[in-house]
């Protein structure tokens, strides 16, 4: 039994530390097991994206509290790697300056306040985890003492990070308004473009996803996890119980909200761009389409989900760019209506039968 839980995570991990690199830097171009950048750019993307849809489901799956603002959560973790690529660019940039270019087009003579320290690699690492942390914890500190629940949750942190939107297209903010942040050169003074980079890159978010998922696969399984359960499945009960509700609810919101940011952190450098349209209420709607295509409360599902939709939006906007989103919405409605518990619940459900 013990051999049959582990064996999933094993493949996984040789599959992202060692078959992936050897097929892109190995197996030569013209052979069809040859793994291209193209691809692995890809499946990078859609390994950060699968970090967000495992965030979610810890706090929607698993405890019943419908997020709608995850993405700006996910954007802040982008944006703290995105300033530190961006002044790794240093004179290379148009203009050659030792300030981005986007500063140098507005004119401006200085830093802002808040690019301090932008220039550390350590410094920017902590903002990612403690940016979409602290933001978190404050909302969640105040919404959850307000007993605010339901649907009613959803709209304010979807008010949130549309909020939050508005003001990082703002040029006066110092985030390079509608363009955000692109165009970047290096990380750690390695150039970012050259595949072994991106490999490295690829890696280290696969292992990142990995970890996460047994980080996940502990916690739901652990007395916090069962709270978390009961709080879904009956919040006054376990009020009467107790247990204070608010202190577990607040812990895994701002456990989710760091995991997206660090999300963020990792598809800036991959992807090439960061930008305000990662905090689009849409971003985080997709989001929870993942958790619910894969199947939530599962932990895996999510992750399934997250691979199934992006892998079928990359082939419809390459292919049939004016019929994605009405495929994306009739999935949606086809998984409420008739998978509530996903593809992995599709799956555990035909297993079942088979057994019997």
């Given at each position: ?16 530390a ?50 709608l ?5 996910f ?25 981005p ?28 985890v ?57 990380i ?62 607040l ?15 990792l ?8 930008n ?19 199947g ?37 409605i086809a998984v409420?209506l008739?998978?509530?518990q ?15």
């Open positions: 039994m013990i051999a049959q839980r582990w064996f999933p995570i094993i493949v996984a991990l040789l599959v992202v060692v078959l992936a690199p050897v097929l892109n830097l190995v197996v030569p171009e013209g052979s069809v097991f040859h793994m291209s950048d193209f691809a692995v750019a890809l499946v990078g993307k859609i390994m950060c994206y699968a970090i967000c849809a495992l965030a979610m489901d810890l706090i929607w799956g698993y405890t019943g509290i419908l997020s603002g995850h993405g700006l959560f954007a802040l973790g982008g944006y703290a790697m995105g300033m530190y690529l961006m002044r790794q660019i240093g004179r290379d940039g148009q203009y050659q300056s030792d300030m270019d986007f500063m140098v087009f507005l004119n401006w003579k200085e830093f802002p306040w808040h690019w301090a320290f932008s220039d550390s690699f350590v410094f920017q690492m902590a903002m990612v403690l940016v979409p942390g602290l933001l978190a914890f404050v909302f969640g500190y105040f919404a959850f003492r307000s007993r605010i629940k339901g649907v009613y949750f959803s709209i304010i942190t979807q008010a949130m990070t549309y909020a939050a939107m508005l003001l990082f297209f703002r040029n006066e903010t110092g985030f390079g308004g509608n363009n955000g942040f692109t165009d970047f050169k290096r750690l003074d390695i150039p970012i473009a050259t595949p072994s980079t991106r490999m490295v890159l690829f890696v280290i978010t696969g292992l990142v996803l990995i970890g996460f998922y047994l980080f996940a696969r502990w916690l739901v399984a652990s007395k916090f996890g069962r709270v978390l359960m009961a709080i879904r499945d009956a919040e006054s009960r376990v009020m009467f119980t107790g247990y204070d509700p608010i202190r577990y609810k812990a895994i919101w701002v456990i989710s909200a760091v995991m997206c940011g660090i999300a963020g952190a598809y800036v450098p991959q992807v090439g761009i960061i305000p349209s990662e905090m689009s209420p849409a971003a985080s709607i997709e989001m929870a389409i993942w958790a619910a295509v894969g939530r409360g599962t932990l895996i599902g999510p992750i399934v989900g997250a691979f199934v939709v992006n892998g079928g939006k990359s082939v419809f906007t390459q292919h049939f760019p004016e019929f994605w989103l009405y495929v994306l919405g009739a999935m949606f409420t008739f998978l509530p996903g593809i992995v619940g599709l799956l555990r459900r035909g297993k079942k039968e088979e057994r019997s």
